[in-house]
């Protein structure tokens, strides 16, 4: 088997005159957990629709593990998909919903499933029309995390899930990596997204702006660094490569942001009394800030 779970090359979806996914590639080896960003409009949901075989690309191809996105019929065998609007079939339980995915999708661990269903506090006796949006997400969920599927695709997975349940869903991506399984996610919450993913893909105006570790992330931003000392400041700090925003906070400390590494600050910093250092580095939300702030993505 293919050693990326997902490949694209060169992908483009036109609807008319809008351009929502621009000439992308990427690829997701089997084994990661791989986080898709990008602000409303981005082209995530569209990439999406391309990798499942849901939407033709307009150019470009992409591969679910050694199969053609759009030959469906293969491709869904190796896939489960969460997508960011679950539809159930009204007039079914949670139970027999459960029970159908397993029997048609691609292999279930029914005890897995079971102990999913008891961890998102699922009551699967009722009928899936009196569900909430929550209680739909999580039924699709459990069915998904139970597969044996090698690759999880999963579209804001997690939107109308209360903070306890956000944690289930968090350990259970963690047992999904441990399986060895790949999982693609999509998502707004950033904190999620940093806690889980290995990597993640920037999508701004259906362009990839970034693909990086989420350390890798943190090194290209700027962290914050704080200094308390005794007697005079460091000297030349000003002058430090990747240092920028140098500003005397009160009596003995110091604060500068910092881009790159920080062994040149470390050495002007020595010269000082040093009696405290702190760096902050940024989260994601605060790099996710960066690449889109003032500008409009569109
Ligand atoms: N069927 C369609 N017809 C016309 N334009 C479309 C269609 N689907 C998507 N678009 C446009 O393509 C662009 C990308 O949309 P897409 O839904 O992929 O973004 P997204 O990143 O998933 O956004 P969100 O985070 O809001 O879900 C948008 O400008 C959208 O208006």
Redesign the pocket.
């Given at each position: 088997m293919n050693a990326s779970a997902l490949r694209a090359v060169n992908l483009t979806k036109k609807?008319?005159r809008?351009t929502?996914?621009d000439d992308l590639s990427f690829e997701v080896p089997a084994g990661e957990v791989f986080g898709f960003l990008?602000?409303?409009?981005?082209?995530?949901?569209?990439?999406i629709r391309m990798l499942l075989g849901l939407a033709r690309p307009t150019g470009g191809r992409a591969w679910v593990f050694d199969t053609d996105a759009a030959d469906v019929a293969v491709a869904h065998r190796l896939l489960a998909y969460v997508p960011?609007d679950v539809a159930l079939w009204p007039q079914l339980t949670g139970a027999e919903i459960l029970h159908l995915q397993a029997s048609t999708g691609p292999g279930t661990d029914l005890a897995y499933r079971d102990e999913l269903v008891e961890r998102f506090a699922l009551d699967t006796a009722k009928l899936s029309r009196t569900y909430s949006t929550g209680n739909r997400q999580k039924i699709a969920l459990v069915a998904a995390f139970a597969t044996r599927a090698p690759l999880l695709v999963m579209d804001?997975p997690t939107s109308g899930l209360d903070p306890l349940m956000e944690r289930e869903f968090r350990t259970a991506v963690a047992e999904a990596r441990e399986r060895g399984q790949t999982v693609f996610l999509?998502s707004?919450q950033l904190a999620e997204v940093e806690a889980v993913c290995d990597r993640v893909a920037i999508?701004r105006a259906?362009r990839l702006v970034e693909i990086a570790s989420i350390g890798q992330l943190r090194g290209l931003h700027r962290a914050e660094v704080t200094v308390s000392y005794t007697g005079a400041p460091p000297p030349g700090l000003d002058a430090i490569p990747g240092v920028d925003g140098v500003e005397l906070i009160g009596a003995g400390r110091v604060r500068f942001s910092l881009i790159g590494a920080p062994a040149p600050a470390l050495r002007a910093l020595a010269a000082a009394e040093v009696t405290a250092l702190a760096i902050r580095e940024p989260n994601l939300e605060e790099i996710f800030l960066e690449y889109y702030g003032a500008q409009d993505p569109?």
């Open positions: 609807y008319g809008v929502a996914v990008g602000p409303n409009g981005a082209g995530k949901s569209t990439t960011a804001e999509s707004h999508l259906g569109r």
